[in-house]
């Protein structure tokens, strides 16, 4: 994996947890396992790694969830968003590519755990697109930006 000198921010949904990485990997990548489903509480995990030895936790600290004997899920306390993945025998921090800041600059070059892959992901793409939430119900956006604590995607 080739090391990438660029500096990344993120952070959990609440700000109570926020983080820097100062290199990253480049295997940016989704896993389908039946452990990472449930370790983010979705369909698969969307994942990049941070060298440890880059990544700092500028604001609080992340809680952990020790999910076999090598590998410890990193997530705050406070609001539950996943953060990490780290084999506890490795150099590197999986960060969640929702928890950064521009997720969109990490696509997926890969993917992992197939054994567990939803068997209807072919199908997304003719899925009926219903338009942007703030267009289906203009009242309840207004409603949920009026009382929203999600932090914002910065230090």
Known sequence: MERI???VTGGCQCGAVRYRA?????????CHCRMCQKAVGNLFAALVAAPNDALT??????A???SSQHV???????CGTPLYYRNL???RTNLTLG???DPAAFPPRTQMGSEARMPWFGDL???KDIGATEAQDADWAAAIAASNRQAPDRD
Do not use: K, Q, V, Y
């Open 57 to 62: 936790w500028t604001r609080g600290t992340p």
């Open 64 to 66: 952990a969830f020790r």
């Open 99 to 101: 928890s950064l800041d």
């Open 89 to 91: 025998e490795g150099s």
């Open 72 to 78: 410890d899920r990193g997530f705050c306390a406070d």
């Open 5 to 7: 000198d660029i500096t």
């Open 22 to 30: 100062t290199a990253m990997l480049d295997n940016s990548h989704l």
């Open 125 to 127: 793409p003719a899925l």
